[in-house]
């Protein structure tokens, strides 16, 4: 069977964080291993308080996930500070399995889920090592320092952060508005487009649950491209 590692943070209202990413992992038939960042208090409409885990228990929880299970991926959420980002890079840059970064700067109610400097220690440390990341619009604006506008500032964007290393870069919800959905896949092959119907309704949890299907799909032996419309499908 194959074990998903997810580094990220515990929602208590159970629909996003590491809840959501065991439920997603397990409906494809994976076992979830997990390293908790930060516990927050939060619902569906509003963050209450957010308790980080020092970044020395988060390796601790790594350390002894990875000395007593073959984990065939990672997926990371929530890290909060730069702290957390540079000893999990660390870690990680010895268990050399396929990894997701999902860029968690913001709560879906849109408060902030990070420390100063967090993006650019998840730019600088932990994107070369990864093979998908997953920023939404509102990541990849602040990733890449510039707005989404339109789509010539898309490809742009979705470039960028390619060119800070990893395999591939998912630019995940629709970046531009219309009653079709985008979602773009960069690769150093090109690019590919993934479209859907924009559907109207707001989630929680969307973003993690996307990411962890991705970590599973290649923690199962799909590759990146495979993975990532296999998690589309899913997310749908």
């Given amino acids: 069977m194959a074990i998903i590692l ?4 515990s929602d208590s209202v159970g629909g996003a964080g590491v809840e959501a990413d065991i439920k997603a992992i397990s409906s494809m038939g994976a076992h979830a291993v997990v390293a908790l960042t930060a516990v ?3 619902n569906t409409s509003r963050l209450r308080d957010i308790f980080p885990l020092p970044p020395e228990q988060v390796t601790a929880q790594i350390t002894a996930v990875a000395e007593d299970a073959c984990i065939s991926a990672v997926k990371t959420g929530m890290l909060f500070s730069p702290r957390t980002v540079r000893a999990v890079a660390s870690l990680l840059t010895e268990i050399k399995v396929p990894l997701v970064v999902d860029p968690v700067l913001f709560a879906g109610v849109g408060a902030s889920l990070h420390k100063e400097g967090l993006a650019e220690s998840l730019a600088k440390d932990l994107f070369p090592l990864a ?3 997953t920023p939404n619009r509102e990541e ?4 890449w320092g ?3 506008i339109d789509d010539a500032s898309l490809e742009e964007a979705g470039n960028a952060l390619l060119d800070l290393g990893p395999q591939a870069v998912l630019l995940k919800g629709g970046p531009l508005e219309g009653n079709m959905a985008r979602d773009m896949l960069f690769t150093a092959e090109g690019v590919l487009e993934m479209v859907s119907p924009r559907l109207d309704r707001k989630v929680h949890g969307a973003g993690c649950t996307l990411s962890s299907f991705i970590a599973a799909g290649l923690g199962l032996g799909m590759d990146p491209h495979e993975a990532v419309q296999e998690a589309k499908r899913r997310i749908y």
């Fill in 6 to 9: 997810t580094v990220a943070g």
């Fill in 40 to 42: 927050t208090a939060q």
């Fill in 131 to 133: 093979t998908v990341v």
């Fill in 140 to 143: 990849a604006e602040t990733l």
């Fill in 146 to 148: 510039r707005r989404i």
